[in-house]
């Protein structure tokens, strides 16, 4: 599946370019159509049989990419694949930052098929794997954390969502001495910042989109740290769709395997707007330039990579 990793990365690379002309339009609808359209025809060019494992929604939602549309010229190898056109549609279109296209791929069977739904999310670096327990109260997993890096609680600092929901769990953690780094979009990218070598951020908790929760383990699982999720199902409807695509008990904890069954794997992020590790779309009278982090099983790593585009391409 590596040998297609350069595929992937002009799939992502050519979605945000699309984008362009909507950032700062406030139309986040058309910014996202854009960069789902181009997806859809640089996939479809790739010599694959794939499936979109968890993506923007079901049949009936088309244009979007949808959950188990078929992808790719239908020859080659066979890839689930988790994609999110537009990571930060709102401030794409706000012009603001933490805008990115976002792509995950991992061998056909592996990865977490889902509906289109939140999701809650915990996630630690390489020294606290083992040591988490979504089952847990966030409390238990906070003390726990802290114990694995040999830290005391007022010590850690954790990445959280800036939004309602987490109300509480800020306080509480706040009320424990614990750092909380608030954030308001885009929380693929955020949820890297434990396995991120240097960065001083212990723990990530958010209630997020599905989709993104699947893209971000990929990535984490390759970066050596450990995340555990559960579905969030507010109502019947959702609960039925989850039975559906085949998940038994909805309400279950996701341990790191449930969201991607597999050693093998590849992530890759293209900045729209500037965003926390990666530079927004540059842009002159002859190209464009973008930043994509790359992660792939095969390094166990990630790498910046920079490209120039010829702006008569995208005429």
């Known amino acids: 599946m590596h040998h297609l990793l350069k595929d992937f990365l002009k799939v992502t690379e050519e979605a945000a370019v699309k984008t362009i002309p909507w950032v700062g339009s406030g139309d986040k609808n058309s910014a996202d159509d854009a960069a789902t359209t181009s997806m859809r025809e640089n996939l479809n060019q790739i010599e694959m049989n794939s499936i979109i494992a968890i993506g923007e929604g079901e049949l009936d939602e088309a244009p979007m990419l949808y959950i188990n549309e078929e992808v790719g010229t239908g020859l080659g190898v066979e890839l689930d694949i988790a994609v999110d056109p537009i990571d930060g549609t709102t401030p794409t279109a706000a012009g603001e930052d933490n805008g990115i296209t976002v792509i995950a791929a991992a061998p056909k069977g592996t990865l977490l098929h889902a509906p289109d739904m939140y999701m809650e999310k915990l996630v630690v670096g390489p020294e606290a794997v083992g040591k988490i327990n979504i ?34 769990a800020i306080a509480k953690m706040r ?116 930043e994509s982090l790359v992660v792939s099983s095969l390094t166990n790593d990630y790498q910046i990579v920079k490209s120039n585009h010829r702006v008569l391409e995208y005429v």
Not at 143 to 154: C, E, M
Not at 201 to 209: K, V
């Open 175 to 290: 009320e424990a001495g614990v750092t909380v780094h608030l954030f308001k979009d885009g929380d693929v990218l955020q949820s890297l910042r434990p396995c991120i070598h240097g960065n001083d951020i212990d723990m990530f908790y958010n209630i997020g989109g599905a989709p993104e929760g699947v893209l971000s383990s990929v990535a984490i699982k390759s970066l050596g740290g450990e995340m555990q999720g559960r579905l969030v199902v507010r109502n019947q409807e959702e609960k039925k769709r989850c039975v559906a695509m085949g998940v038994k008990n909805p309400t279950a904890a996701l341990r790191h395997h449930d969201l991607i069954a597999s050693e093998q794997g590849m992530f890759i992020a293209t900045a729209i707007t500037n965003t926390l590790y990666l530079k927004g779309i540059q842009e002159d009278s002859t190209h464009y330039q973008t």
């Open 135 to 168: 089952d847990a109260p966030l409390m238990e997993n906070v003390r726990a954390v802290a114990l694995a890096k040999g830290k005391q609680v007022d010590e850690l600092q954790v990445v959280v969502q800036e939004r309602p929901r987490h109300e509480e």
